[in-house]
């Protein structure tokens, strides 16, 4: 029998540590593990690297900026490049998903290099009475803005597929709306993902900064503060109780985050809890200008080390980008005020976590592919098919070079956006190819797949 590849002489991270096997793929699958090499139709040469479970981007805002069917093209570019196999859609349709959700699958469905999956953001009781059609449609995960009112609702949709111009809104939401989508949730076995600040505090905090005529990120991280977070994480959580719903906190960045994110676990509230990459590299002591502007901000030095401290008592689960498709000219404002929150992250996740992470003794190989896939895939319902190398599961795998020093470049992941904030780094360790259901998307640092092999990946619900 003739398989399609066989992966030779790579170190294969796998949940029983590190294997010295040659890795055999057949029909898109992980079919062997074996010292031989078997008769196959290509072999890939991976000397000196590192086999790692493909990575899943939990967090992904593309659509926003410009339509999917360009988004999904330059965005799965991008994550390719970077290693990851699965990016997760954070969709915000501005409208009713039984009407408008159909034209954003079809987008999709041809124009992803990469596998990926789709979160839905419920803004209303509307949408959430539409929840169980998502689920029929392959959503089987759903978000929550808590900072979205008042007078800090503005919001961007997600564009129409072919559309041209940006697609803005106002969100208020009720504490109805967040009561049926926790009770939907939870009667349909699905994660609610939570962007927990409260946007009472917020709009007063960023009132009086104004009013003192305070700028830069020192004063938008005071604006949003730690509490803003605590206050939303204790009123969602104690919701949440009461249906059985499971949370999944993004973004979370602070000390105080983290600790009312655990008294709340020992309140009995199912939670799980994603950071990312800035969190665990940027301060607002040490960055200047608006590039790193995000939402909820990036703190200090120290909630820094607090993070990297919790992802060693194993109280994060999983590390996503919160990457967002925008551009220079919309993101730099005259002030920080005016400056658009977030930034793009997809392609610098795994090179940053290799060598501020890996290559630093803060984490090892096997806390990395739990960190970027394998919890990822148990908690959103893909395993045991993605999120760990192993027999019968698909052939997402990326291959590391742990030694490999480069610079980081905007230009060389070519998305959409023409800036990041890691711009110039140094960093050592990046992934070196990329390989999705079986098929080269990313050889030797260089595209080799086309757009529209990625699919809409196929998930369980409970």
Not at 78 to 83: D, S, T
Request: with cysteine; charged share 20%; glycine share 8%.
């Amino acid at each position: 029998m003739t398989v399609d590849s066989v992966i030779i002489d790579s170190h294969v991270i796998s949940q029983n540590g590190m294997l010295e096997r040659n890795i055999v793929i057949n029909d898109g699958k992980i079919v062997d593990f074996t010292t031989d090499i078997p008769q196959c139709d290509k072999k890939i040469n991976a000397r000196g690297l590192v086999a790692i479970p493909g990575l899943i981007d939990t967090h992904v805002h593309y659509g926003v900026y410009s339509p999917i069917d360009e988004a999904a093209k330059t965005e799965s570019r991008a994550a390719a490049l970077g290693g990851v196999t699965t990016m997760m859609r954070m969709l915000r349709l501005g409208r009713s998903y039984k009407m408008h959700l159909n034209a954003q699958l079809a987008a999709s469905a041809t124009s992803h290099y990469v596998d990926y999956a789709i979160h839905g953001t419920i803004f209303d009781e509307k949408q959430a009475a539409e929840m169980k059609f998502c689920t029929e449609k392959g959503i089987t995960s759903f978000k929550l803005y808590m900072n979205l009112g008042g007078e800090v609702g503005h919001v961007y949709m997600d564009m129409d597929p072919g559309a041209t111009s940006l697609f803005e809104s106002t969100v208020q939401l009720e504490t109805s709306t967040i009561r049926a989508v926790l009770a939907n949730a939870a009667s349909l076995h699905c994660p609610v993902l939570v962007h927990a600040e409260d946007y009472q505090m917020c709009e007063c905090g960023i009132k009086k900064a104004k009013e003192h005529n305070r700028d830069g990120l020192p004063a938008w991280s005071e604006s949003r503060p730690p509490d803003s977070e605590v206050k939303s994480i204790k009123r969602i959580s104690e919701i949440a109780r009461e249906f059985g719903t499971t949370l999944y906190f993004v973004h979370i960045g602070s000390a105080a985050a983290l600790a009312a994110i655990q008294e709340e676990k020992n309140r009995g509230t199912k939670i799980f809890v994603e950071t990312c990459p800035h969190y665990l590299t940027l301060s607002y002591e040490k960055q200047s200008g608006y590039l790193a502007k995000v939402m909820p901000p990036i703190r200090t030095s120290q909630d820094v080390e607090h993070v990297w401290i919790a992802i060693s008592k194993n109280q994060i689960d999983t590390i996503g980008t919160d990457h967002v498709a925008n551009r220079l000219k919309l993101k730099i404002g005259q002030d920080v005020w005016s400056s658009l929150a977030g930034f793009p992250g997809i392609g610098t996740l795994l090179p940053i976590l290799l060598s501020e992470g890996v290559n630093k003794n803060r984490i090892n190989l096997l806390q990395l592919a739990h960190l970027t896939s394998t919890n990822a895939a148990k908690i959103f319902g893909m395993y045991p098919q993605k999120g760990e190398i192993q027999k019968g599961a698909d052939a997402d795998i990326t291959l590391i070079d742990l030694k490999k020093e480069q610079k980081v470049e905007s230009q060389f992941f070519g998305a959409f956006s023409d800036y990041l904030v890691y711009e110039g780094w140094k960093l050592k360790g990046w992934p070196q190819t990329t390989m999705v259901r079986g098929n080269l998307v990313t050889e030797n640092m260089q595209v080799v797949g086309k757009p529209g092999y990625g699919m809409l990946v196929s998930r369980r619900l409970g």
